[in-house]
């Protein structure tokens, strides 16, 4: 999910750019698709905070949304079926014994 979603929203943020020429012919076409600033606050102590850009706190915004979305449906699709197939599977091997 992370090189799927995260990663094609940091190229299309800027937040990552393509290091070699490989990657730039997967990702060449997304990068700075949608252009958010990305500048840096300043913190307390007069310096720069790297990581806190708009471009990066949007790309994790989404991400978590899209994540925590897949994860509930996952569970939902999964597990539910499962544990109704261990619990059968257990009333079938108590039974016998």
């Known amino acids: 999910m992370?090189?799927?979603?995260?990663?094609?929203?940091?190229?299309?943020?800027?937040?990552?750019?393509?290091?070699?020429?490989?990657?730039?012919a997967r990702f060449g076409h997304l990068y700075r698709a949608w252009p958010l600033p990305g500048g840096q606050p300043?913190?307390?102590?007069?310096?720069?905070?790297?990581?806190?850009e708009p471009n990066f706190l949007f790309c994790v915004g989404v991400s978590l949304v899209v994540f925590l979305?897949?994860?509930?449906?996952?569970?939902?699709?999964?597990?539910?079926?499962?544990?109704?197939?261990?619990?059968?599977?257990?009333q079938k091997l108590k039974s016998k014994t």
Request: hydrophobic share 35%; net charge positive; glycine share 14%.
């Open 69 to 90: 979305y897949v994860a509930e449906v996952g569970t939902k699709m999964w597990d539910g079926p499962s544990v109704k197939v261990a619990k059968w599977v257990y």
């Open 2 to 24: 992370i090189g799927m979603v995260s990663e094609r929203l940091f190229y299309m943020t800027g937040v990552k750019s393509a290091p070699d020429k490989e990657q730039k």
């Open 42 to 52: 300043e913190d307390l102590g007069g310096g720069k905070t790297y990581g806190l």
